[in-house]
């Protein structure tokens, strides 16, 4: 079982690509229309993709479903890992990919530059199958019109050692609370979108504020969230952007507390340790993935059987337990090796679900009666790299 071996790492990121990852604000979608019927395979295929996403054998041999797609269809694939998803968006710009793996923080600066398509489900047969609740989604379509086919997910939980921890948690304030008695040895996720997670956790303690939407700050209510990660940042034993930094923490003890993923907290089990993980009462931020097809795409029918069959009932099954997430396709569940995988990333909990707020592009337009007043991700960034000092 794996995860995303390179997760969105928090990086001073040069004005050049700030303005190419944050691309057109005007909140349309891409001009281009989606492919209306299915053609003969292009023999090629272009695509970005997170770690994990795409393995051909060479990790593991038992691991490999490229081969598989690419002898089924005869479009040989050529992959190119993206590190983070500002890299991914520069990526798909260039037009020399047919497609992308884009997490939520990336997906609504492609629709809005038009870098994407939107898609045509019905030429998508495993979609039918998909979650009923990844389906148009706000980081996923436009106006009821979905431009990307949803892979897999999962959310931003909370985990402690229980072993120093002796109480049991229910609140983010273990991590922003200036008092918290595990000052010192808290982690914290290493990328602008955290900003979002010190928003959600304003959004309940200081309702004044007025924020409803994490991802959807005004100047002061980012001002807010920036002032209580600077002084979280006194607190901090480090941030982690690999997940293997953050499981090497609590690992050796250096860290105690922190915002984590499912899998995180799987793997510090395996490794003898004693966490508990949760969705604290505030909720919790998320990530849930999209492939989703360029609006340059050179070999469109090659990305179209991409997307049918990496949503697949059994490809997904598989991605889904080597990646650590869970499969968007339904009757994946039914195939994964651990039987109770969808259990332990709560695949089939509608519920949990509807708990996590998820990775959303921060934009002007606020998405509400507000207007055009929120910040958008560029000033993110800024303020992210003001925070990391």
Known sequence: MRTRKIAIAAVAVVAALVAAACGDDSGGGSSAAPLDKLGAGEGALNIIAWAGYTEDGSNDPSVDWMHPFEQQTGCKTNVKIGNTSDEMVQLISTGEYDGVSASGDATLRLIAA?????????????????????????????????YGIPHGWGANILMWNTDVVKEDLDSWGAVFDANSPYSGKITAYDSPIYIADAALYLSKTQPDLGIKNPFALTQKQLDAAVALLKQQKSQLSEYWSLYTDEQTAFDNGTSVVGTTWQVITNLVEADGGKVKAVVPKEGSTGWSDTWMISSKAKHPNCMYMWMNYIISPKVNAEVAEWFGEAPANSKSCALTAVKDHCQIYHANDEAYFNKVAYWNTPRKECGDDRGAVCKDYSEWVKAWTEIKG
């Open 114 to 146: 038009g870098q994407v398509a939107p898609v045509n489900t019905d030429l998508v047969p495993n979609y039918a199958d998909v979650f009923s609740y990844l389906k148009d989604k706000p980081w996923n379509s436009v106006d009821g019109q979905m």
